[in-house]
Each structure stands twice: as structure tokens, then as C-alpha cells.
């Protein structure tokens, strides 16, 4: 692939220049705020100094500040999330599935412009004839997007085809025999990366055309670059990476790129425009631009939420809808109806099938509610939680790995670890870890080979930050981690980390699954066996077909299990199957069900407050940028609030400067204090510090903040100063 720019934006500061503005920055956040009267300096108060990270961060890092785009914003439904919450589950709940509807909305619009999605399913179904490839790549939520396409619904779809031995013969001969290969779901730091992030990578548009070239993508191949953002330097390097091999040709044509090449994002243009990486890619004529914005998030910046919904929703229809274009050609009508396709349906049909969904999720919010407060329950008591699933494995993981950065978790457990210490463990049916991880991917586990990278890093990154931070995630990033992790249903997980009393034990069964806690045999049985056996209390998610019309309604599968002496809680949707092989229906249901619940889950716990999520980890530039605004965004709030005034007088709202200059501070102090990770972030620190600082007209040091922060709580806290 053809070398891009691997800087923060083009065009750079100069050295001389930005030192003048971090001297400038550094007299700002240092100099006394102006209020009332005897005002100090808040980090003279406190007795910070800003450090060079810090300074580097205000002056240098400005365009991964993105507090102005819409995702960031706090949504007006959900602003008393966490109050709500606290007295009413099933209301708290409400809320956030509220939220759902702006994408329910967005999707009928969608499924009213055919203009701009038919061309995506025009050129997947190009892409299938003429046996290209398929590259959809993403970082974060929808970077585990990306490999759910291809692991959830693409690889499971076409063995399906493949074991209807006469159908298979038909269709072979136009989609090639590799068919199954042909998608390649990628995410910034590959495999790895579904664990946990990895730190610095998410930053670089170096990154994203290094991941091009090891996935051997070539020009005319599909690549769908997926960022909730629109910011994410990593996508936007892979797409412009790709749009640079199509320029370099003689005679480019953007009207053929724009065929091959399409970004999907979810904010409006004129919110991303200031930012140059951004704008290179909405500015370029040569890529085709597919805006999925709702509006803001369920939680403000959680755009594993109705951000990721909607891509994942839109992206997987137009896939099933290229797939089914494609098997009509060689397929008469009972034969597509045994491969799932029981009437030909478009992408608006499909896209209209959301409001359903939805409202069968709203039906089961009670349900849910109870769900939410066993598993609470358990890490309130200081317990864990271990999920279950097949069909459904891929969803499940993402939702569980997701929580550790957005509520500042401990990572998934290695298996080097003596005892557990992150809340929540998933298993699958697989007898070893390296069958476990086949059963998740459908493959061997892919990493990213040093010797690609190492050279590029060391020669290209020009910000010393970064730089350090992408060489030691490489590190961690090649194909030995996956010996690492074991998610199988065997071994040493039942020896040493089954459930215990107390704990939540929860299994998620798609379809026919269900079917199987009759069966004393089956691994969905044993695990329940085994965790009511041991006093854990046990969670169902089940999503069945829909009855057809006169059909009794199905029993209570709960029951085949017997009396239980701990709470069971059985969430049980119908979703239609019909007109949908990949199970997509399914699989969006189950997520949107597994986001709300855990998100419900942290804002009992304390974890939320309002609508924020202010134990964010700070893992990367743009989570730092939302860390210092959260900490500036709340402080400001009391600040203002007329009972502090009243008590404390008034005082100028701290600085972004202040904000982050404290954030860092926090940063440092907690790498110091390893346990307390999972009970304490730095962004509650630092809003704690800041506050009690002031209120107390001293300055509180982070071990004295740190214990406000573990009781009562940043969101009792804050209540209490209003």
C-alpha cells in the first residue's frame, strides 16, 4: 500500500510554535482563577504542577478533544439515569431502551432512501461474483463489529450452504470455493484486541495501512471502514490508505473508487469538519461516505451503544441482502427457503424489522430488571459473574469486554492469574482454550507479526507519546496471546473459577438452543446444573423463534431445571427467524438487551452519574480528552449549583487546562495503586480533589480523595454537595 501520513493531522506545528503555546498554556492553568474574593490558583490549591504529559496534551493533542461532537453529548432522555436507577430498575431501564427509538427512527429514513445503501449491496454482490475480497475494518466497538461479521454471521452462514451438498454445487461455481474466507472482519490490533485495547494504536493512521497490506488487500477489493465517531485515526488511516492505491493509478477515476471504498460513521459532517483527519476523508471525491447518525448516546460518549446498534444493523442487512441476490441467481424458491430466504426481502424490508425488535424488548424490561439486580447483586457483595453462550458467543464477549474501559474494570483474567480478579469470566462449549477460541472466530486466532510493524513504528511515528505507546503494544498484539485466555467449559476454569454462592451465572441461548435445558446432557443444562449446585444465582437470555398464529405459547424452560434455591431470572424474547439466515435479528436483540443491562448493572453500582460515564478509563487519546471533560463538565456543575454558592461562594469555572492537568496527576497516582483498580478511576478522583479541595480551602491529597471516592461514592457525593 502506498505510504500516508502518519502524523496526529497534516500539517503539523512547528517545534518553536508549540512550545510558545504550551509556555502559554502552562501561565493559563497555573494562574489564579478569577471569582470571589482570596481566590487561589486551583493547582497552587492543590499543589500540582501541570505535567509535560499534560502540557503536550492541551497544546498538542487538541484534535483528539472531541467533546463537541453529538456522540459525546448527554441525551435528554437519560439525564437522571443514575438517580432513577438507583430506587427503580425497570425505570432506569426504560430509559436507556428510550434511546433506541432515535435509531428505530434513523433506520426508517434509511430504509426510505434507497439511493444511498443500494450501492453497497450492489458492490458486495459485485465483490461476491467476481470473488474479491471483503474488508471491514473498525477500532473498538466497531472493530468487534467488524469480526462479528465474520465470525457470527458470514463464516456460519456459508459452512450452512456448504453442508446442503446439492445447493453447495449449484452456488460453488459463481462465489468460488474460499467463499467462506472471502470477509475479513478486522480491528485495529487484530484479535488481541477483543480483550481489552491497546494503547496508542487506536491514534495512528499508520496503523490502519499497515493492517491493509498484512491482510493483503489489494485495489478492487471491498473495504468498509467503520468508526462511531467519524474521528478514529486508525479507520480513517485504512481508508485512505486504500483510496491512495486507487489514486496512484493512471487515469484514477473516483467514480470507481467510490464503488469499492466507504466510510460509515455517526456524526453529522459539520460536527467532524474541524477536524482535519476527518475532513481529508469527507472531502475526498474518491470515497463513498454512509452517515448513520442518531444522535447522542444512551450513556454520553457510549457509542457501543446506539452508535454500534445502527452500524451493525445496517452493515449485516446489506450483507444478507448482496448474499441473497446472489443465490437467487443459481437457487429456485424451496431451495432459498431451505437456506433461511423464505421470501425474497430488500434492505428497506429488513431495515423495518427493527421497530419489532425493540418493542419485544421493551415488553421484557421486567424481566431484565431482575436480571440486572442478581447480577448487581453479586458484585455489590463483592462476587463474580460468568457468562455462557454459543450461537450467541461473539455478542456476549464484546458486551463483556466492552465494560472495562467504559466503567474502568479489570481486564478479562489470563490464564497466569491465580485468582479471579476481573468481575466477569465467558465461557463457551469447547473442551481447551485453543478449541474455545475456534469456536469463537471460526479460525485460528490472527495477531499482528512484529517484524511487520516494529520498523514502521519505529521510523514513521513522529509524536514521542505515541510511539512508545504503539512499540509496547505490539508487544502484546502477536499471535502467543491467545495462549493466554481460556474461555473453554472445562479444565482448570471448572477446577478453580466455576461459580461459586453468590456469584451470577448467566447463559445466553439463541433458536434451537433453547431446546437444550431439557437436556441434562447438553452444556447449557450442566452449566445451570452447576451453578444453582454451587448457590450462584442464574440468569437466562433466551431468544425463540416466534410462535406461529395458534400455537400455545412455549413453557417456562426454566422449569425443566427444577426447584432452585437461588433467584433464576429468564429474560425470554420472540424474534422472528424468517428472511434472516445470519440470525441477525437475534444477535441485535441480544446485544441491545446485553448493553442496557450492563450499563444498568455499573449505574447501581455507582459507576454512572446522570447520564456519564465517570469511570471511563482514560486508555487513550480520545478517552482522555472525554476523561478531562467529564472532570471539568461535573466540577463546573457544583460550582454553579446555588446551594454550593451559598456556602462556599462563588468561584470562576475551572479551565480545561485545570481540568487535565489534575486528570494526569490521577493518571500517575493510579498506576501506582494497582489494587484499587475496579474500585476507583481517575476521573472520580480528580472531580473529588478538585471539589473537597476548594470546599475545604486546602489542598486534599489523592489518598484522601481516593477514599471519598470508595465510600461514599462520586454519585453520592455529588448529590450531597447540591
Known sequence: MTRTSTGLEAGARPTAFRLLLAAAALAAVLSPAAGGQGDVGLLKLLGITASPESLDYVVAKVPFQLHTLLTEQRHPKTWTLSEKI????????????????DVAARLETLAGEKALLDPLVSEIEYALLGKKKIYIYGCGATGR?????????????????????DLWAKV???????????????????????????????????????????????????????????????????????????RAEPGFDPRESRKRLYFVYNNPDDKLAPFERSRKVLEADGITKINLTTGPQAIAGSTRMQAATIETYVIAAALETAVERVLR????????????????TGLDGRLRRFPAILQEIKKSVPEIARLTDLEAKAYAGGRFATYFAKAGLITVFIDSTERSPTFRLYPLDTVAEPARKCWIQVWTDAADAKSAWLAFLGRPFRGLNPSLYRKPFEDEIGDPYLGEKALAS??????????????????TNLKTRAPKAGDAAVAALLGSEIAALKDPGSAFRRFADMALHAGAGLGLILLA???????????????????????????????????????????????????????????????????????????????IGRATYLVQLHVNDILAAPGWVRQNGVRKPISYGEANAVLFDAIAYMKERTEDVGQAAEVPLSIVRILES????????ADEALEIVKKPGLAEYLAGLK
Open 329 to 344: 441467481r443459481s437457487l429456485g424458491k424451496k431451495e432459498m427457503t431451505r437456506l433461511g430466504f423464505a421470501a425474497e
Open 474 to 491: 505490539l508487544e502484546k498484539a502477536g499471535d502467543g496471546q491467545a495462549l493466554l485466555y481460556d474461555f473453554s467449559f472445562g479444565g
Open 545 to 623: 423463534d416466534r410462535p406461529s398464529k395458534g400455537t400455545p405459547p412455549a413453557p417456562d424452560p426454566a422449569t425443566a431445571l427444577g426447584p432452585a434455591k437461588t433467584p433464576v431470572a429468564a429474560v425470554r424474547l420472540e424474534i422472528a427467524g424468517d428472511d434472516d439466515p445470519f440470525g441477525l435479528d437475534r444477535q441485535i436483540a441480544l446485544k441491545m438487551v446485553l448493553n442496557a443491562h450492563s450499563t444498568a448493572v455499573m449505574a447501581k453500582l455507582g459507576k454512572v452519574v446522570g447520564n456519564t460515564m465517570t469511570n471511563v478509563s482514560p486508555s487513550n487519546l480520545k478517552l
Open 86 to 101: 438507583a430506587s427503580d430498575t425497570e425505570a432506569g431501564l426504560r430509559m436507556l431502551f428510550a434511546v433506541d427509538e
Open 145 to 165: 463489529l467488524a469480526k462479528q461479521m465474520e465470525s457470527s454471521f458470514w463464516r456460519p452462514f456459508w459452512r450452512k450452504v456448504q453442508a446442503e451438498v
Open 172 to 246: 460453488r461455481p459463481a462465489v468460488g470455493q474460499a467463499v467462506g474466507e472471502g470477509l475479513v472482519g478486522e480491528m485495529t490490533g487484530a484479535d488481541r484486541a477483543l480483550i481489552s485495547s491497546l494503547e496508542g494504536f487506536e491514534d495512528l493512521p499508520l496503523i490502519g495501512r499497515l493492517q491493509l497490506q498484512d491482510r493483503g488487500v489489494k485495489k478492487g477489493d471491498l473495504i468498509i471502514a467503520v468508526t462511531e465517531g467519524g474521528e478514529t485515526s486508525s479507520v480513517i488511516g485504512t481508508i485512505l490508505a486504500a483510496l491512495d492505491e486507487w
Open 694 to 701: 476548594i470546599r475545604q480551602r486546602r489542598g486534599l491529597t
